[in-house]
């Protein structure tokens, strides 16, 4: 969404009012940047500058410099910002004419200034000057440097030039501020809470997954445990799916180049897919996405109105390339699954459709612990219909029946402006974890362009053939980014359900072994996922290895325990729970586990 601003073109001081809004905070953490810019010009005076906008949370700029950055300069960097600050220097707001904005960074040696300027279509250009620092900027920004009262230098990475993997590495400093030192403190507390929480890390810790160079970039590898979580979602998947009306299908990972012509793909979405493989003398592609493969089966046939809708459900692996540079965890990958389904329905069958669609996603999000969710209804930019397939008409169609889809649901949503897929508008709804962050979840997107470009049609009640609507929908999103926002939410302590290991039971000595092995086998029985610790070992160690691996229930078996025919419970939540009853103790976790606490 677009926030219009009205130009400013007096060469005076700007004053903005800071208020704790979205805006202002926006304001503010630009100008942050244009001050840790000047910090940095101070510190290394052959200095490069690139591009410093605001981001989610905070601010970044772009660097070329000839050293690199460590955490110690952020320091350096940060007591100079400090001092810049203590100046109260006003922003000063100047237009001058193109030219001679190109002459002037061309002589001070800045050619990325140089390459923007040459991009820009106006006459002529804006710059902010504050103090003897001059940055290239379309504004606004506070009224003077000493109204930044709260900010912090987070990290440096590198990151190629506007992107691109041929243009120069450069050093992109983070950084945040807010207009209180509070609010501040309690985001650097946030982040820790984050770091504590990240998947990566956790996913190596419990031995989840991992990634390798001799695989390559952004492919995962599921290790057992993450396997055995992943089997448990997608069980609860089909069950769920079967029960409302669904069937399952599997489509091959490559078809003919000819497919993704036709679909509309190899115009419209080629850089995000790899190049094509020559088999034979034919061209063939990885598939980026599975929906032609639904087309080809639904046209395998002539349909009637009277078999309509047709919900097919897949767990499909798609892959798509992405950058090396962006490139993160389980989020961003080259190859994952998608819990994908398109449903083929006639156009008065269409909203209802979309409305089970949303209740299953809700169902789906409560079921694993998600209470809170974004929606966005993304449809076509402004004057960007080159970017999309289709008539007006269509796309207006589209749109406001999903629109309309969401009121009857009294859902609350914002309209994100220029965020539709190229094929279609969607029903975007991002999942809040433990600590507010959004993470990209269900998708529901409706399709009268795919059914035209493949000329998809059921026979109608009047015997003549009718154009068929097309749903594409997920109800978790990708398998590994789901994983992954699962091991945050929970910080990788899953709930008893969804837990790899549910329960490990520990003899306290060899003595105890035999009546351990017994309660195993007697909890594997009734379904339960349970091993036994039987090392030569301290009993401490062992509760202190089962507490790392965050196993949800640890069962210690001694003397008392073999007499009595019972177990020594300590939970993960409780700690030391006293003596259960097997039966008890079963009972119990049966329930916990239907729960889905």
């Given at each position: 969404m677009v926030t219009v601003k009205p130009p400013i073109t007096e060469d005076k001081p700007v004053?903005?009012?800071?208020?704790?809004?979205?805006?202002?905070l926006e304001t503010l953490r630009h100008s942050t940047a244009h001050i840790m810019a000047q910090a940095v010009t101070h510190l290394y005076p052959n200095v490069k500058l690139g591009i410093g906008p605001c981001i989610e949370n905070g601010f970044y700029y772009d660097f070329d410099l000839d050293q690199t950055l460590s955490h110690?300069?952020?320091?350096?960097?940060?007591?100079?910002?400090?001092?810049?600050?203590?100046?109260?220097?006003?922003?000063?707001?100047?237009?001058i004419p193109k030219d001679e904005a190109l002459k002037k960074m061309e002589v001070l040696g800045q050619p990325y200034k140089v390459e923007l300027i040459k991009d820009i279509d106006d006459e002529k250009v804006s710059f902010y000057t504050q103090g003897d620092f001059m940055d290239l900027c379309r504004g606004p920004h506070i009224q003077r440097t000493g109204k930044v009262k709260a900010f912090k230098l987070l990290s440096v990475a590198g990151a190629y030039w506007r992107g691109k993997e041929t243009n120069p590495m450069l050093q992109r400093i983070y950084g945040t501020a807010f207009t209180q030192k509070d609010a501040l403190e309690n985001y650097l507390k946030l982040l820790e809470e984050a770091k504590k929480r990240d998947h990566r890390k956790l996913g190596k810790d419990l031995d989840l997954f991992s990634f390798q160079e001799e695989c390559g970039a952004g492919l995962v590898l599921w290790h057992p445990k993450a396997g055995r979580i992943r089997t448990i979602i997608e069980d609860f998947w089909r069950k769920e799916h079967y029960k409302r009306g669904y069937e399952v299908v599997y489509t091959p990972h490559i078809a003919k180049l000819d497919l993704w012509k036709t679909s509309g793909h190899?115009?419209?979405?080629?850089?995000?897919?790899?190049?094509?493989?020559?088999?034979?003398?034919?061209?063939?592609?990885?598939?980026?996405?599975?929906?032609?493969?639904?087309?080809?089966?639904?046209?395998s046939q002539l349909r009637s109105y009277r078999d309509l809708p047709f919900r097919w459900a897949e767990l499909g692996t798609v892959y798509r390339y992405e950058r090396t540079g962006v490139l993160h965890g389980l989020l961003r990958v080259r190859?994952?699954?998608?819990?994908?389904?398109?449903?083929?329905?006639?156009?008065?069958?269409?909203?209802?459709?979309?409305?089970?669609?949303?209740?299953?996603?809700?169902?789906?999000?409560?079921?694993?612990?998600?209470?809170?969710?974004?929606?966005?209804?993304?449809v076509r930019g402004k004057g960007e219909k080159e970017k999309y397939i289709g008539g007006d008409a269509t796309w207006e169609l589209a749109e406001g029946a999903l629109q309309q889809a969401l009121e009857r649901k009294h859902l609350s949503y914002t309209l994100g402006e220029g965020e539709a897929k190229f094929y279609g508008p969607a029903i975007d709804i991002k999942v809040k974890d433990a600590l507010g962050r959004g993470?990209?979840?269900?998708?529901?997107?409706?399709?009268f362009n795919l059914p035209e470009r493949f000329d998809a049609n059921f026979?109608?009640?009047?015997?003549?053939?009718h154009r068929v609507v097309m749903i594409h929908r997920t109800v978790l999103g990708a398998m590994e980014r789901f994983l992954g926002c699962l091991i945050e939410h929970y910080t990788g302590s899953f709930p008893l359900w969804l837990a790899p290991l549910q329960i490990r039971v520990i003899p306290v000595t060899d003595n105890h072994a035999e009546y351990a092995l017994g309660v195993k086998q007697r909890l594997e029985n009734d379904g339960l996922r349970v091993d036994c610790n039987t090392i030569n070992a301290k009993i401490g160690y062992k509760v202190r290895e089962g507490i790392i691996e965050k196993i949800p229930y640890i069962l210690?078996?001694?003397?008392?325990?073999?007499k009595?025919?019972?177990?020594?419970?300590?939970?993960?939540?409780?700690?030391?729970?006293?003596?259960?009853?097997?039966?008890?103790?079963?009972e119990r976790i049966k329930q916990e586990i239907a729960a889905k606490e």
């Open positions: 004053s903005v009012i800071m208020e704790d809004t979205e805006e202002d110690e300069d952020l320091k350096k960097i940060e007591s100079e910002m400090k001092h810049i600050i203590g100046s109260n220097e006003p922003f000063v707001r100047a237009e190899w115009n419209f979405y080629r850089e995000s897919m790899f190049s094509p493989l020559d088999i034979e003398g034919q061209e063939y592609l990885l598939k980026p996405m599975n929906c032609p493969f639904a087309i080809l089966m639904y046209k190859g994952f699954t998608q819990d994908d389904a398109h449903i083929f329905c006639t156009p008065d069958q269409f909203e209802s459709e979309v409305i089970s669609v949303i209740d299953l996603a809700q169902f789906m999000l409560t079921s694993f612990g998600f209470k809170e969710y974004e929606i966005e209804l993304s993470w990209q979840g269900p998708t529901i997107q409706v399709d026979i109608g009640s009047d015997g003549k053939e210690i078996v001694g003397d008392k325990e073999v009595e025919g019972t177990v020594s419970v300590r939970s993960r939540k409780k700690g030391d729970e006293g003596s259960y009853s097997l039966e008890h103790f079963l």
